[in-house]
């Protein structure tokens, strides 16, 4: 806007934007599509993996709820969306879903030994499965975090040929990585345990 107010451009000439600036607009573009489609694909894995809806949409959640962290360091790092940006945002969607299923596998699985060993039949059982469950989880998914950030750590600090590339990449995946362990170890456990408590009251009392 500004060099279309100050520049005046003679007739048969005209102005295009290169470089990373159109490289991002075609990404954008792009992104678009496959995003969505993307999404769409890893539900329909997860509809067949876990047999329902609810726990399919409770690990998608995790893909808004991890991306917290990524916004909030590159805001703190001061970057702008990029081409790298994006590229980090995909790892790190992966990642999220990967860490959300197995929360979710490791809380069903606590939840059907309670149910077969007749022990969920109060709220108290619903807390002690889904705690069951989640304790389970708890080396699992520290050992992956812990392990992607330690990787990450010596990128971020990188200051050699090509090192802001990659820290671009590396910090959506490095803040959603701390928001993503609250959100496994936290909140996913306690909407798991307040849906599926919902769940089990519903079926009792059709009975």
Request: with cysteine; hydrophobic share 50%; glycine share 8%.
């Amino acid at each position: 806007k500004v060099v279309a107010k100050s520049v005046s451009i003679p007739e048969g000439y005209f102005i295009t934007w290169t470089g990373q600036y159109e490289y991002l607009e075609r990404v954008q573009k792009k992104m678009r599509v496959v995003l969505p489609v993307t999404l769409l694909l890893i539900f329909g894995l997860l509809y067949m993996s876990l047999k329902s809806a609810g726990k399919s949409l409770l690990v998608m959640a995790a893909v808004p709820l991890s991306l917290t962290g990524g916004i909030i360091l590159m805001w703190a790092l001061g970057y702008n969306t990029s081409v790298a940006v994006w590229a980090g945002v995909i790892a790190l969607i992966g990642v999220a879903v990967e860490t959300a299923s197995i929360m979710v596998i490791f809380l069903d699985e606590a939840w059907k030994k309670a149910r077969q060993d007749s022990h969920l039949t109060t709220p108290d059982d619903y807390h002690q499965a889904t705690l069951a469950g989640a304790q389970k989880c708890l080396r699992p998914t520290l050992m992956a975090v812990t392990m992607n950030i330690f990787g990450l750590i010596p990128v971020m600090i990188a200051s050699g040929i090509g090192a802001d590339v990659v820290k671009r990449i590396s910090s959506p995946m490095l803040g959603g990585l701390v928001s993503l362990t609250v959100l496994t170890l936290v909140v996913i456990p306690l909407v798991y345990h307040g849906w599926s408590q919902r769940q089990m009251i519903s079926i009792r009392d059709k009975k």
